[in-house]
């Protein structure tokens, strides 16, 4: 295992970074979901593997909104100026659910990404998870905003009554019925403007949202697009999918769906062409092949 540094980021970007060795020419910006912790262990991991790996905070922290409410995505911009500034040449980010849903937009937008890696990823825009820096949830609005101006996106349908399962609530049949309802093209996050490689993962048991649904959309895109892309599914798998290593618990308050076993076996799957998007500078290099564990998302 590689020694590693690490330092905790003030103002303008926050979070904390974890240097591999010296000379790492590889940037890591890690985002977690919405419980807004810093996905520390996950950069670790990264740093490990000869990165320099940046657990960012993005919400929550000190002059940012206390939810994920019209976050500015000129955040992860600036996340990637400090990375470059470290004189990373190649700056990849790897989010989860809601940070996948960042990264797949700031994907579309900045050039300067070389591979995004989108774990239990959304293909379209959602509402706000909380309150946005003027302490308001509600009406809804959009998570994100560019230049000051919000997203477009998906607004919930009223009146939902949550789902149980394994005495927890469960969001996925929220989401697929609001896709089903009012999925209008402009809350469509643009990956095929995404000049990034993409390397996307999703668990079909995932019972937070539609993962595996909203993965086949963004193949279908990508394809369409005629630009390369790799998927990592597999049917028993849930929300929390681990990497060789990690142990992150489960959320006690919502379900994530799929186990240990196979969230361990997704992951693992997809690690090797992981560490290639890290160490591979040729993006034909890559595999742009669908890899599937138990058969293809449905």
């Known amino acids: 295992m590689i020694d590693t540094r690490v330092k905790t980021l003030r103002g303008n970007v926050l979070g904390e970074l974890f240097e ?23 950069a670790k991991l990264f740093a490990n593997a000869g990165t320099k790996a940046l657990a960012l905070q993005w919400f929550g922290g000190v002059g940012q909104a206390a939810g994920i409410c019209e976050i500015p995505l000129e955040t992860f911009f600036s996340a990637t100026d400090y990375l470059l500034s470290l004189g990373c040449r190649r700056v990849v980010f790897v989010g989860t659910s809601k940070g996948a849903e960042a990264a ?16 239990n990823g959304p293909s379209v825009v959602w509402g706000n998870i909380g309150a946005g820096k003027d302490g308001v949830a509600w009406p809804e609005r959009s998570s994100w905003s560019l230049a000051g101006r919000p997203l477009d996106f998906v607004p919930f349908v009223p009146g939902w009554q949550p789902v149980q399962r394994d005495g927890l609530v469960s969001y996925c049949e929220l989401f697929t019925h609001c896709l ?9 996050i ?30 279908k895109r990508r394809k369409d697009y005629h630009r390369p892309v790799s998927l990592f599914y597999d049917k028993g798998a849930g929300h929390r999918i681990l990497f060789p290593g990690e142990k992150t618990p489960r959320s006690t308050l919502h379900a994530h769906g799929g186990s240990d076993e196979a969230d361990a076996r997704l992951g693992l799957a997809a690690w090797p062409d992981v560490l290639k998007l890290l160490q591979t500078p040729d993006p034909e290099k890559f595999s742009t092949a669908l890899t599937s564990c138990n058969g293809p998302p449905k």
């Open 104 to 119: 797949l937009l700031v994907a579309g937008l900045d050039s300067r990404v070389s591979t995004v890696v989108a774990i």
């Open 180 to 188: 089903g309802n009012a999925c209008r093209s402009e809350a469509q």
């Open 190 to 219: 643009p990956i095929e403007t995404a000049e990034a490689d993409i390397l996307l993962i999703a668990g079909g048991d995932d019972a937070v949202w539609p993962s595996a649904r909203f993965a086949e959309a963004l193949v």
């Open 20 to 42: 591999g060795p010296d000379g790492a020419e590889t940037g890591v910006v890690v985002l977690s979901g919405s419980s807004g912790r810093l996905d520390t262990e996950r």
